[in-house]
């Protein structure tokens, strides 16, 4: 079964113009995404932040060295097991638009594998004169482990955006299928039923999209009837999210179902069956997964599905034919604690892992049923380590553990359920040492925020770093949709801001998922303003504690972090040096009417409710900007092929703090999507951009 979690987050965070008028805002003009008059003042803009970058000398060889990096072959191959094959997409110097590639894991292991070349992005791009950008690849999984995975579905987007093409390919012939499944742009949900059948949700034209742009029609279509003619299963009101159609296989029998994602984070499973739909009888807001004939809940809120309630973040898990009869004597999975939360659930052929932070430090668990009860034992990890799935497979109980920290270059692991010692686990791949980080560590600090919450945050510095407020630090953080914010190792981050002597601090603040559910949730909607009052409280603690001090201080954030700096930027912009906000949300009283905006009302609110106006409205960078107020100087970044995050959003602030006399930096990658980059070289420039931007603002001088 795909994975929802991470489908969920990447759909929840076209183009209407609302009933604003100019007078309101001089400059809807640039909203429109491909209009001339913004393309010409993107452009413009860009020519002047690439004037200053190009005649600062740190910025050409920091690019190079980062290209460097990311266009390395020492970098680990991630993989997605598939049958006997190891599958990698894989993008270097030579092949910039990327190879889908697989080996063996025998191969795998070696230093230099020999793969197996699936599909290669340059050529067909080159041969097809398109843009592709690689955005992954849905194979039916066969009826049992010794059949080869043949039928998949490949989706391409033109720049980067989220809509892309959707092709049938078959791995053995390594070739596209002449007369094959084809879906044209959109941003379309699909999977396979069978080898002849697909699930649909697309645009099928006039009134078959929400108002957040997605699908709300699902459909069953057979191979070789055209699209026009798919049986029409479920029609979702067009003010809710999305709606998409799946088939799971965890019992070994297929089961279909039909979701009807109705707000951020609430969504109702629907059981097709029998010719109709029935829907699963459980909390909406609960995340769903199944297990062999078990049904797990993990609750993001309190539920009493009987006489005993089950808190907040539990796990809990029933036989779903028992659950179907209407049994509700659920067992206990797994319980969170004050500091401990769950932030991975992942099955193997007899296993559920579990994957906790325990004050936002990894512990891992292996959860097994023996038919009448639950068990579960901790996986024999090395203590202080940041570890992270990495992949499992439905017909084994191998799975891949990452192990990492900011300093520590990440090492894969292949491990086994069952294992009782940490030397049990093998080592696949090790990544080098990307940058020098000797006299580098990690502490975990915690601020106090407004309302008396106390808030870790962990701070990188070298172990001789005087706490005199004299050091060059930068802040980092999200704060939105229960995405958890945890210690990595970034070759680039660390050559271009640790290597050189800079600080680094990564704020857990609310709105994230660190602590569970309840953790996000106290910063939804009228709730928003703990996430800035949150990351104040940990700017103002590392002040404090000598770590750094305002004038050296910067804040860097993306999507909803762009959000969250641009926000914290306007309540207390004396605090800060510096600010780079990446394809950011700004103005909070339009995001709904913007691209997929709509779809994120149940996390901030809406608009157009004059009660949930009136908090949003006071928080909203852009409507809050003031001419008489000193603001640092802000480097905004986003791209015209982001149909994510409108460019809008970033466009007008750069617009309204220059018409406002404020010091700003704008740059749009024309393609990119909502990562900002198509390829490694635009990524090499992006960073580049941003880190010389920030020693320019931020070093003492």
Same mark, same amino acid.
């Not at 002047?48 to 690019?63: H, I, S, T, V």
């Not at 060295?65 to 997605?80: E, F, G, H, K, W």
């Not at 972090?561 to 009283?589: C, I, K, N, S």
């Given at each position: 079964?795909?994975?929802?979690?991470?489908?969920?987050?990447?759909?929840?965070?076209?183009?209407?113009?609302?009933?604003? #008028?100019?007078?309101?805002?001089?400059?809807?003009?640039?909203?429109?995404?491909?209009?001339?008059?913004?393309?010409?003042?993107?452009?413009?803009?860009?020519?002047?932040?690439?004037?200053?970058?190009?005649?600062?000398?740190?910025?050409?060889?920091?690019?190079?060295?980062?290209?460097?990096?990311?266009?390395?072959?020492?970098?680990?191959?991630?993989?997605?097991?598939?049958?006997?094959?190891?599958?990698?997409?894989?993008?270097?110097?030579?092949?910039?638009?990327?190879?889908?590639?697989?080996?063996?894991?025998?191969?795998?292991?070696?230093? /230099?594998?020999?793969?197996?070349?699936?599909?290669?992005?340059?050529?067909?791009?080159?041969?097809?004169?398109?843009?592709?950008?690689?955005?992954?690849?849905?194979?039916?999984?066969?009826?049992?482990?010794?059949?080869?995975?043949?039928?998949?579905?490949? #989706?391409?987007?033109?720049?980067?955006?989220?809509?892309?093409?959707?092709?049938?390919?078959?791995?053995?012939?390594?070739?596209?299928?002449?007369?094959?499944?084809?879906?044209?742009?959109?941003?379309?949900? /699909?999977?396979?039923?069978?080898?002849? /059948?697909?699930?649909?949700?697309?645009?099928?034209?006039?009134?078959?999209?929400?108002? @957040?742009?997605?699908?709300?029609?699902?459909?069953?279509?057979?191979?070789?009837?055209?699209?026009? &003619?798919?049986?029409?299963?479920?029609?979702?009101?067009? @003010?809710?999210?999305?709606?998409?159609?799946?088939?799971?296989?965890?019992?070994?029998?297929?089961?279909?179902?039909?979701?009807?994602?109705?707000?951020?984070?609430?969504?109702?499973?629907?059981?097709?069956?029998?010719?109709?739909?029935?829907?699963?009888?459980?909390?909406?807001?609960?995340?769903?997964?199944?297990?062999?004939?078990?049904?797990?809940?993990?609750?993001?809120?309190?539920?009493?599905?009987?006489?005993?309630?089950?808190?907040?973040?539990?796990?809990?898990?029933?036989?779903?034919?028992?659950?179907?009869?209407?049994?509700?004597?659920?067992?206990? !999975?797994?319980?969170?604690?004050?500091?401990?939360?769950?932030?991975?659930?992942?099955?193997?052929?007899?296993?559920?892992?579990?994957?906790? *932070?325990?004050?936002?430090?990894?512990?891992?668990?292996?959860?097994?049923?023996?038919?009448?009860?639950?068990?579960?034992?901790?996986?024999?990890?090395?203590? +202080? @380590?940041? !570890?992270?799935?990495?992949?499992?497979?439905?017909?084994?109980?191998?799975?891949? *553990?990452?192990?990492?920290?900011?300093?520590?270059? #990440? /090492?894969?692991?292949?491990?086994?359920?069952?294992?009782?010692?940490?030397?049990?686990?093998?080592?696949?791949?090790?990544?080098?040492?990307?940058?020098?980080?000797?006299?580098?560590?990690?502490?975990?600090?915690?601020?106090?925020?407004?309302?008396?919450?106390?808030?870790?945050?962990?701070? !990188?510095?070298?172990?001789?770093?005087?706490?005199?407020?004299?050091?060059?630090?930068?802040?980092?953080?999200?704060?939105?949709?229960?995405?958890?914010?945890?210690?990595?190792?970034?070759?680039?981050?660390?050559?271009?801001?640790?290597?050189?002597?800079?600080?680094?601090?990564?704020?857990?603040?609310?709105?994230?998922?660190?602590?569970?559910?309840?953790?996000?949730?106290?910063?939804?909607?009228?709730?928003?303003?703990?996430?800035?009052?949150?990351?104040?409280? !940990?700017? &103002?603690?590392?002040?404090?504690?000598?770590?750094? @001090?305002?004038? +050296?201080?910067?804040?860097? %954030?993306?999507?909803?972090?762009?959000?969250?700096?641009? %926000?914290?930027?306007?309540?207390?912009?004396?605090?800060?040096?510096?600010?780079?906000?990446?394809?950011?949300?700004?103005?909070?009283?339009?995001?709904?009417?913007?691209?997929?905006?709509?779809?994120?009302?149940?996390?901030?609110?809406?608009?157009?409710?004059?009660? &949930?106006?009136?908090?949003?409205?006071?928080?909203?960078?852009?409507?809050?900007?003031?001419?008489?107020?000193?603001?640092?100087?802000?480097?905004?970044?986003?791209?015209?092929?982001?149909?994510?995050? +409108?460019?809008?959003?970033?466009?007008?602030?750069?617009?309204?703090?220059?018409?406002?006399?404020?010091?700003?930096?704008?740059?749009?990658?024309?393609?990119?999507?909502?990562?900002?980059?198509?390829?490694?070289?635009?990524?090499?420039?992006?960073?580049?951009?941003?880190?010389?931007?920030?020693?320019?603002?931020?070093?003492?001088?």
């Amino acid at each position: 079964m795909k994975r929802l979690l991470p489908l969920l987050l990447a759909l929840l965070m076209t183009t209407a113009l609302a009933k604003t #008028s100019t007078a309101d805002d001089p400059y809807l003009w640039l909203e429109e995404v491909t209009g001339e008059r913004a393309l010409a003042w993107a452009r413009a803009r860009n020519a002047e932040a690439e004037q200053e970058f190009g005649a600062d000398p740190r910025y050409e060889p920091l690019r190079q060295r980062l290209l460097q990096i990311v266009n390395s072959r020492d970098r680990i191959p991630q993989v997605t097991r598939m049958g006997e094959h190891y599958y990698n997409f894989w993008r270097d110097a030579a092949n910039p638009r990327g190879l889908w590639r697989r080996t063996t894991l025998d191969e795998y292991r070696k230093r /230099t594998p020999a793969w197996d070349i699936v599909l290669d992005l340059d050529a067909l791009a080159s041969s097809e004169d398109e843009n592709w950008v690689w955005k992954g690849a849905d194979c039916l999984r066969p009826e049992s482990p010794e059949q080869p995975y043949r039928h998949c579905l490949l #989706s391409l987007s033109r720049g980067g955006a989220d809509a892309a093409v959707e092709r049938e390919f078959d791995l053995i012939d390594k070739r596209f299928v002449a007369d094959g499944f084809m879906l044209p742009e959109a941003k379309s949900r /699909t999977d396979w039923l069978d080898a002849d /059948t697909l699930w649909v949700a697309t645009d099928f034209g006039a009134g078959s999209l929400t108002s @957040s742009g997605y699908a709300r029609i699902v459909k069953r279509w057979k191979r070789g009837t055209p699209l026009n &003619e798919a049986q029409t299963i479920y029609e979702q009101p067009a @003010s809710e999210v999305l709606a998409l159609g799946l088939s799971e296989r965890e019992s070994g029998a297929r089961r279909d179902w039909v979701l009807r994602v109705i707000s951020t984070r609430n969504v109702q499973w629907q059981r097709w069956h029998g010719g109709k739909l029935v829907a699963l009888a459980a909390p909406t807001d609960a995340e769903v997964f199944f297990f062999k004939d078990q049904l797990l809940l993990r609750l993001r809120t309190a539920w009493t599905p009987a006489k005993r309630e089950f808190g907040s973040g539990a796990v809990i898990a029933i036989r779903l034919a028992d659950f179907d009869a209407g049994r509700r004597d659920f067992a206990i !999975v797994y319980e969170p604690g004050p500091r401990r939360a769950l932030q991975t659930l992942a099955t193997t052929r007899s296993a559920v892992l579990l994957g906790e *932070l325990d004050n936002v430090r990894s512990r891992w668990h292996e959860a097994t049923f023996d038919g009448k009860r639950w068990s579960s034992r901790a996986l024999p990890l090395p203590d +202080h @380590s940041q !570890v992270s799935l990495a992949g499992t497979y439905w017909a084994s109980d191998e799975f891949m *553990l990452t192990l990492q920290d900011f300093a520590t270059p #990440s /090492t894969l692991y292949l491990g086994r359920i069952g294992a009782r010692r940490w030397q049990d686990f093998e080592v696949l791949k090790t990544l080098p040492a990307f940058f020098d980080a000797s006299g580098i560590e990690s502490r975990q600090f915690e601020a106090t925020s407004r309302d008396g919450t106390r808030i870790p945050y962990f701070a !990188v510095l070298r172990k001789d770093t005087k706490l005199d407020g004299a050091n060059t630090a930068l802040l980092y953080g999200y704060g939105g949709f229960e995405v958890s914010q945890l210690p990595w190792y970034s070759g680039v981050f660390g050559k271009g801001w640790l290597e050189p002597g800079g600080v680094f601090l990564l704020a857990n603040i609310r709105g994230g998922g660190e602590f569970g559910p309840n953790w996000h949730l106290q910063a939804r909607r009228e709730g928003r303003q703990k996430t800035f009052d949150d990351f104040i409280a !940990v700017a &103002e603690d590392a002040i404090v504690r000598g770590i750094t @001090s305002p004038q +050296h201080l910067g804040i860097m %954030g993306g999507s909803q972090g762009g959000l969250l700096v641009t %926000g914290t930027m306007a309540q207390r912009p004396e605090l800060f040096g510096a600010v780079v906000a990446q394809v950011p949300l700004t103005d909070m009283l339009r995001f709904h009417k913007l691209l997929a905006g709509a779809s994120w009302i149940g996390e901030y609110g809406d608009p157009d409710n004059a009660e &949930e106006r009136a908090f949003i409205a006071r928080y909203s960078p852009y409507q809050n900007l003031r001419k008489e107020v000193k603001y640092p100087r802000i480097f905004l970044t986003t791209s015209t092929r982001d149909d994510r995050v +409108h460019p809008g959003h970033a466009r007008k602030m750069a617009a309204r703090m220059s018409a406002l006399n404020h010091d700003v930096l704008y740059f749009e990658n024309i393609e990119g999507g909502h990562g900002a980059a198509a390829n490694n070289e635009q990524a090499a420039r992006m960073w580049a951009q941003t880190f010389t931007f920030l020693w320019r603002q931020l070093a003492p001088r």
